[in-house]
C-alpha cells in the first residue's frame, strides 16, 4: 500500500508542483494518476522512490515513511518504468533485464534465467536476450522496460505514461499484455497517464489531478464516467463519456431471442427459406460466422457471402459491447455468444436501450 | 625519393644506440609516459564533470586554454624554470613530457565529460530510479556509455603526441625527431625525409591499435555493429541445424 499523506511539492523557483495530495493506492490495485499536462503527475510519481523529495507531509510503503529509508533500498524493492524505456545501450536485453537482481547481489545464472523468464511473460521470443536496445522497436523496448522493472518481483510497481511513446496500435497491445499480467501478479501500481481513456481502462482507481497537483476526484471508472464530480472531471472525462462509462457496466439483463442459422455450404432453397432479410451463418460448433442476405444468394453459401460487419458480444459482458453488436449488425439483432464463443441468441437495439434505461435508471434510484 | 627508400632499407641504420629501433623504442616510450600521466588527470577529471555536472565551465576553458599554450614556448619556458633544478637527463626529460601532457589533456578531458555528458537521460534516470547509487550509476551506465568518446579523445592525443614528441630531440633527447634534426645539420635529406615517415607511419601503427582496442572495449550495443555478429551467429544455427 501506498500512502500520500498532505505530501507538498515546491520546486526551489517557487512552483508548487504537487500541493497536499492525500491519496492511498492499495494493494493489489492498479491506481491511475490522470491529469493535464503539468498537474504534477511525475513529480507526484517520483516523490514515492524518492527521485523527488516532498518538500512537506508523509509517504508511506506499507506504513513505512519513505523518508527514513535509504533511499537506494527503497529503489531496489519499486519496480519503476519511465515513457522512453531508458535501456542501458551497452547492455544486452537480458542484461537489462537483470539490472536489480544484479544489484541485489543475485549471480549471473540466477538473474540470467530471471531474465529469460520474464522475457517471456512479456510476450517476447527467446532470441532477443541477446540483442541489444537499438535492434529493437519501440514497443519491443518499451516491453523490456517493464521486464526489466519487473525482474526482482518487487511488489510495487511505479509507471511513468510507460505505454505513450507506441504507436495506438502497439499501445492497446501493451495495454491488455500489461491487463493480464497483472491479473496473474496483482503488484501494487502507482500508474501516470495523461490520457483518460487509458485511465479507465488500466486503472481499479483513477485520480483526477488538476493543475497544482491537487485531487479534483478519486474514484473507480465506472463513476468517474458516470458521475463526474465537478466540471472539470466531467470536461477532461470527454463529451462520449455516457457511452464509454457502458464498457464499466456489466449488461443488462438480456433475454436473447433463437436465432436460426445455416452452416456454409448450404444451397440457394435452404437459404432462401426463412424469408429473412438477413440470415446468420455459422460453422458446425454453432459459433456466428456473419450474416448474408438471402436475396443476393444464387449459388450454394460461400465465405465471400458473409457480411463482416457486425460484432460479437459476450452474454453477461458489458453493456457497451451489446449495445456495439446491436449497432454494427446489418440485421440490427446484436449477436450474442457465451464464453466459448457459442451462439447463444440475438437481442435487437430496442431490447438492449430498454434493457439498460432500466439498469441505469436501477442505479440512479 | 630513392635516396629515401636506400636510407630506410639500409640495415646498418637500424640497428645501435643510435638505430631506427632505439629511436623508435624512444619515441614510444616518452609517448607513452605523457599519455599514461594526461589520461591520469583528465579521465578522472573529466569523469567527475560528466557525473556531477560541476564545474563544467571550469573544464570547458581549461581545454580551451590548454589547447593555445604553444608546445615550443612552454618547452623553452620550463626547460628555464625546471632545468636548473633537476639533475642529469630529467633536466630536459621533465620539460619535455610536461609539453607532451598539456598537448594530451584537452582532447582526452573533452572525450571523458562530452562522453558522460552525452548519455542518454532517460538511462541514468532509469539506473538511479532502479537503485543505483552514485558510483554505480557512474562506473555501470555512464563510463561504458562514454567509452567510445573517450576512446577517440584517447586516439586523438596519441596522434598530436607522437607527432609532437619529436621535439624531444630539440633539447637534447632521443626519438625520432633525431633523425629531422641531425640530417638538417649535415644537410641529409634523405635521413630527414626517412624520420617524417617515420613518426608518420608510428602514429598510423598506434592509432591502428588503439581501434581494434576500442572494437574490443566498446560494447557493440553503442556501435551499431552487431549484425556481423548476429550474421555469424544465424550460420551458426544454420550449420549446426543442417
Ligand atoms: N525541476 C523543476 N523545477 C521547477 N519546476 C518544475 C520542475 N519539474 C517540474 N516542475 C513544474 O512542476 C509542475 C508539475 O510538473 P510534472 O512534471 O509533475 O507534471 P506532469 O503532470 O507530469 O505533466 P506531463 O503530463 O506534461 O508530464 C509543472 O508546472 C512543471 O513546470
Ligand atoms: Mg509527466
Known amino acids: ?365 | 625519393m630513392n635516396a629515401v627508400l636506400t636510407w630506410l632499407t639500409d640495415g646498418a641504420h637500424w640497428q645501435g644506440y643510435d638505430g631506427i629501433l632505439q629511436r623508435t623504442w624512444e619515441h614510444v616510450w616518452y609517448s607513452a609516459i605523457a599519455l599514461a600521466i594526461a589520461a591520469a588527470l583528465a579521465i578522472p577529471l573529466g569523469l567527475w564533470v560528466g557525473h556531477t555536472g560541476r564545474a563544467r565551465f571550469l573544464a570547458v576553458n581549461l581545454t580551451g586554454a590548454l589547447r593555445a599554450v604553444p608546445s615550443l614556448g612552454l618547452l623553452f619556458a620550463s626547460i628555464m624554470v625546471l632545468g636548473s633544478r633537476l639533475d642529469g637527463e630529467l633536466a630536459t626529460l621533465v620539460p619535455t613530457e610536461l609539453v607532451l601532457v598539456v598537448l594530451a589533456v584537452p582532447p582526452i578531458l573533452a572525450g571523458a565529460y562530452a562522453g558522460v555528458e552525452q548519455v542518454d537521460a532517460a538511462a541514468r534516470d532509469a539506473a538511479r530510479g532502479m537503485g543505483m547509487r552514485g558510483s554505480e550509476v557512474l562506473f555501470k551506465v555512464e563510463l561504458p556509455c562514454a567509452l567510445p568518446l573517450i576512446s577517440s579523445g584517447l586516439r586523438s592525443a596519441a596522434l598530436q603526441v607522437v607527432a609532437t614528441a619529436t621535439l624531444a630531440a630539440a633539447v637534447g633527447l632521443g626519438g625520432l625527431g633525431r633523425f629531422l634534426l641531425d640530417g638538417l645539420a649535415v644537410r641529409d635529406y634523405a635521413q630527414m625525409a626517412g624520420g617524417a615517415i617515420l613518426v608518420a607511419a608510428l602514429a598510423l601503427l598506434i592509432d591502428l591499435v588503439a581501434s581494434t582496442l576500442q572494437r574490443v572495449v566498446v560494447s557493440p550495443g553503442l556501435t551499431g555493429k552487431t549484425d556481423r555478429r548476429d550474421n555469424a551467429l544465424r550460420r551458426l544455427k544454420t550449420t549446426a541445424a543442417s
Open chain 1, 1 to 365: 500500500m501506498i500512502r500520500f499523506d498532505s505530501v507538498t511539492k515546491e520546486y526551489p523557483d517557487g512552483t508548487v508542483a504537487v500541493g497536499g495530495l492525500d491519496l492511498t493506492a492499495p494493494d493489489g490495485k492498479i491506481t491511475v494518476l490522470v491529469g493535464p499536462s503539468g498537474c504534477g503527475k511525475t513529480t507526484s510519481l517520483r516523490m514515492v522512490n524518492r527521485m523527488i523529495e516532498p518538500t512537506g507531509g508523509r509517504i508511506l510503503v506499507d506504513d513505512k515513511d519513505t523518508a527514513k529509508m535509504d533511499a537506494a533500498e527503497l529503489r531496489r524493492g519499486m519496480g519503476y518504468v519511465i515513457q522512453q524505456a531508458g535501456l542501458f545501450p551497452h547492455r544486452t536485453v537480458a542484461d537489462n533485464i537483470a539490472t536489480v537482481p544484479r544489484l541485489l547481489g543475485w549471480d549471473r545464472r540466477k538473474s540470467r534465467s530471471r531474465s529469460l523468464e520474464l522475457l517471456e511473460r512479456v510476450g517476447l521470443p527467446g532470441e532477443y536476450a541477446d540483442r541489444y536496445p537499438h535492434q529493437l522497436s519501440g514497443g519491443q523496448q518499451q516491453r523490456v522496460g517493464v521486464a526489466r522493472a519487473l525482474a526482482a518481483d518487487p511488489p510495487v510497481m511505479l509507471m511513468d505514461e510507460p505505454f505513450s511513446a507506441v504507436d495506438p496500435v502497439v499501445r492497446e497491445q501493451l495495454q491488455d499484455e500489461f491487463l493480464r499480467l497483472q491479473s496473474d501478479l496483482g503488484k501494487t501500481i502507482l500508474f501516470v497517464t495523461h490520457d483518460i481513456d487509458e485511465a479507465v481502462k488500466l486503472g481499479d482507481q483513477v485520480a483526477v489531478l488538476r493543475v497544482g497537483g491537487q485531487i479534483a476526484q478519486v474514484a473507480d471508472p465506472a463513476t468517474l464516467l458516470g458521475d463526474p464530480h465537478d466540471d472539470f472531471v466531467a470536461d477532461f472525462v470527454g463529451r462520449d463519456r455516457g457511452y464509454r462509462g457502458l464498457g464499466f457496466r456489466t449488461a443488462p439483463v438480456l433475454e436473447p431471442s433463437p436465432e436460426p442459422t445455416v452452416r456454409l455450404g448450404a444451397g440457394v432453397d435452404e437459404v432462401r427459406r426463412s424469408g429473412d432479410q438477413w440470415l446468420l451463418v455459422a460453422d458446425d460448433d454453432n459459433r456466428p460466422l456473419g450474416w448474408v442476405e438471402p436475396s443476393r444468394i444464387t449459388a450454394p453459401l460461400v465465405t465471400e457471402d458473409l457480411h463482416r460487419g457486425g460484432t460479437v458480444a459476450v452474454l453477461g459482458g458489458s453493456s457497451r459491447a451489446v449495445l456495439d453488436a446491436a449497432l454494427s449488425a446489418p440485421s440490427r439483432r446484436g449477436v450474442l455468444v457465451d464464453d466459448d464463443g457459442r451462439l447463444v441468441g440475438t437481442v435487437t437495439l430496442a431490447e438492449v436501450a430498454a434493457a439498460i434505461e432500466q439498469a441505469v435508471g436501477r442505479g440512479k434510484r
